[in-house]
Every structure is written in C-alpha cells, then in structure tokens.
C-alpha cells in the first residue's frame, strides 16, 4: 500500500514538473521574443567613402579589392577605379588579363578593360568611381558617387 502511494506521488510530481516546465520554456520563448522586438532590423552596410591604402602601396596595374568589391587601377601617378560588381544581377566579375575583359561567371557577361557591357544580360557598364587623397594620405573611394570613363586620378 505504502509503495503504491509512493509511486503516485511520483507520477504526481513528473507530470507536475512537465507542466511547470513547460510554462517556464513558453515564458522564456515570450520573454527573447520580446527582447529581440526591440532590437532594430538593420542592415548594415559598409560606408560608401573609404580609404583603400596609400598610393604608394598601390602596385602598377590591376589590384582587385575584394573587401570593397572593387579594381584599382594604377598607371604611374594616375589612378581610377571601377566597381566589380556585374550589373546583371550583382556577381563578382573576374579580370582576365589575357583577354584584356571582367567576365562574369554567373551569366557569361563581359565587359571591356573600361567596364563597358560588351555581352550578355548584363544592361549597363561597371561603375567608375571617384578617387581623392585623406589627410593622412590615403586614398579614398566615394563609391556613392560615379565618374566618366576618361576620370583619373593624379597624386
Ligand atoms: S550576374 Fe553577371 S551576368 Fe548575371
């Protein structure tokens, strides 16, 4: 009789203990609900004015920037840049410099050394980008900003 009782008690306390349990976890599912309202839904992007390095770092030729999806081009004192991102449907194009062309492995477009839409979906040329010197001699990117193909940058 005394062992039957125990084993009630038993039970009693398990499905007492679900229960309970179960309205801590609801609670809880409520309260990071409520926590994460008042997070705000932002995307952060990274600015449009940044600098890339000092001209003098910056080698003779084509250096792409992958952390600013970009390609820098250096010819002596001059510098332009040009946006790597394809304007079909924002891929990385890819310079090959046996061709003298950005391809874009997505779609198959291509675009001359100067950005320009050569083949496929892609409707419109790379951007260029303006280029000025910060105080503390870096080169900076406005890539809020675009500029004809003829821009060039002197140090
Ligand atoms: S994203 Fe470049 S061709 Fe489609």
Redesign the pocket.
Known sequence: MAKEKARKVTRRFFFGALGKGSILVALLAEAIGAIKAFIPKVLYESPSKFKIGFPDDIPEGITFLSENKLYIFREGDDFYAISAV?T????I?DWKPDRKEFY?S????IFSKDGINLT???PRPLPWYPLSLAPDGNLVIDSSKQVSLDYRFSI
Not at 106 to 109: A, V
């Open positions: 394809c079909h449907l924002y891929c194009v874009c997505c779609h198959g477009s496929g979906p892609a």
